[in-house]
Nanobody, 119 residues
Framework: VQLVESGGGLVQPGGSLKLSCAASGFTFSSHGMRWYRQAPGKERELVAVITNDGGSTMYSDSVKGRFTISRDNAKNTVYLQMNSLKPEDTAVYYC?????????????WGQGTQVTVSS
C-alpha cells in the first residue's frame, strides 16, 4: 500500500488549497479514505472521511462548511479542497486508509504534506 500526498504550501488567511492523495497497492474503490492533520505539539486529528464509493462524507466540526473531501476511483486519488483557510488550519495533512488482513485492521499513512496559513 502506498499513499502519496501533494498540494500543500503556504497560503494567506482566507485562501484555498486542494490536496491530493494518490493511492496504489490496493483496491482503492473498495476502501474508505480519510484525511487527518497534525499541528506542532498537538495530537493527530481526523478531518474528513469518505466512503469507498464517495456516496457519504463526514467532517470534523472545525472544518465543516469550509473543506470538501472527494475521490476519483478511476484515478485512485482522494482530494481535500480547503477554502476559507485560517491560521489554525496550519498542520501536516495525511491521508489514511484501513486495510483488513485476516480480520486484523492495518492503518496506512502517507508521508504528509505541509499546509501553512499565514500572512
Amino acid at each position: 500500500v502506498q499513499l502519496v500526498e501533494s498540494g500543500g504550501g503556504l497560503v494567506q488567511p482566507g485562501g484555498s488549497l486542494k490536496l491530493s492523495c494518490a493511492a496504489s497497492g490496493f483496491t482503492f474503490s473498495s476502501h474508505g479514505m480519510r484525511w487527518y492533520r497534525q499541528a506542532p505539539g498537538k495530537e493527530r486529528e481526523l478531518v474528513a472521511v469518505i466512503t469507498n464509493d464517495g456516496g457519504s462524507t463526514m467532517y470534523s466540526d472545525s472544518v465543516k462548511g469550509r473543506f470538501t473531501i472527494s475521490r476519483d476511483n478511476a484515478k485512485n486519488t482522494v482530494y481535500l479542497q480547503m477554502n476559507s483557510l485560517k491560521p489554525e488550519d496550519t498542520a501536516v495533512y495525511y491521508c489514511n486508509t484501513i486495510k483488513y488482513i485476516r480480520d486484523t485492521p492495518y492503518n496506512y499513512w502517507g508521508q504528509g504534506t505541509q499546509v501553512t496559513v499565514s500572512s
